[in-house]
């Protein structure tokens, strides 16, 4: 079957692509859709960069930096009735730091994002399980109980998200941008119909790379045995995340480039999350995933094009 590696990410009311040379991102307003295109940052060929288990890494970080930026950016694209009246310490930050705003909110939400993930998925877990080492002693029975800790808490946290109504239309374009990719891999024509067809749950999915990392760092910590200070548990944890994200994201790739009772296996855990975090889109949320889509990965494809469309379909 044909694969690709295009991905993208649900934003408020739409959608980003990630084609090999463009990010596109595309919102739909009252007036059609506004479509934004800018050039990705490409490593040179050969770079140590795109090495196995290193460009693990460096993909995980890009992608938190740049889905971060598109979904402050769709925030202010996004229909009027959507929009929050700013408040005066948001006058004051747009007066302070003018252009710039967009970049520091951006890199301030992914140190926030970071830090929220860090105290969810290593402090909280690392903390309980200190708790319960009387009961369980200090084994590998220890270590797993640590890693059932940290799905419940990502499970959990999905599932209610998923029931606040603005993250539900996120999720909604989230399975756009998921049949939208299925039906061009299926090497069939781009239309909404078409994409309506297909699953919403995909095997190259963040949701899949999320329960990876968890499952990954689960073996590895298992492995490397469990060590009776906190502080350097936590410290191993956060020192070696870079390994495990690396590592994960090899699994990813092989997962998803082939289809067997080994693959199948390894994505069913991430593929069931997928039912949660997708949600079956309307037909003008798929007209969004394939402007996007025709944006990111044609470089003859005209901006106007989508925006035309857009009004056409209105």
Known sequence: KFKTMIGGQALIEGIMMRGP????????GKD??????????????????????IRGVFNFFDAQIVGVKALLRSADLAPDEMQEEPSKFDKWLEEKLGDNLMKVLGGVAVVLGVALAAVLFIFIPTGLSSLLKPLLGAGIGLSLFEGLIKV????????????????????????????????YEAEEELTPENAARHSR?????????????????????????????????????IAFLPVVAGLSYEVLRFAARHD???????????????RIT??????????????????????????????????SAE
């Open 152 to 183: 419940i808490i990502l499970v959990g946290y999905m599932w209610l998200s998923s029931r606040m109504k603005e993250i539900h239309r996120v999720f909604e374009y989230h399975g756009a941008e998921h049949k939208t990719i299925a039906c």
């Open 32 to 53: 059609g859709l506004t479509v934004e295109v800018s050039p990705r940052k490409l490593n040179p060929p050969g770079s140590w960069k795109t090495w196995p288990f």
């Open 260 to 274: 067997n009772w080994l693959t199948r296996i390894i994505r069913a855990p991430g593929m069931a999350l997928q």
């Open 201 to 237: 749950l995909h095997p190259r999915c963040g949701t899949n790379y999320l329960f990876l990392v968890m499952a990954v760092s689960i073996l590895f910590f298992a492995a490397i045995g469990w060590n009776a200070n906190f502080a350097v548990r936590l410290a191993m944890r």
């Open 278 to 311: 997708t949600k079956e889109p309307t037909p003008d949320m798929l007209e969004v995933a394939i402007a996007a889509f025709n944006l990111a990965m044609d470089p003859n494809y005209k901006v106007e094009n989508a925006a035309g469309a857009a009004q």
């Open 21 to 28: 040379e463009k990010d596109a991102i595309v919102i739909r």
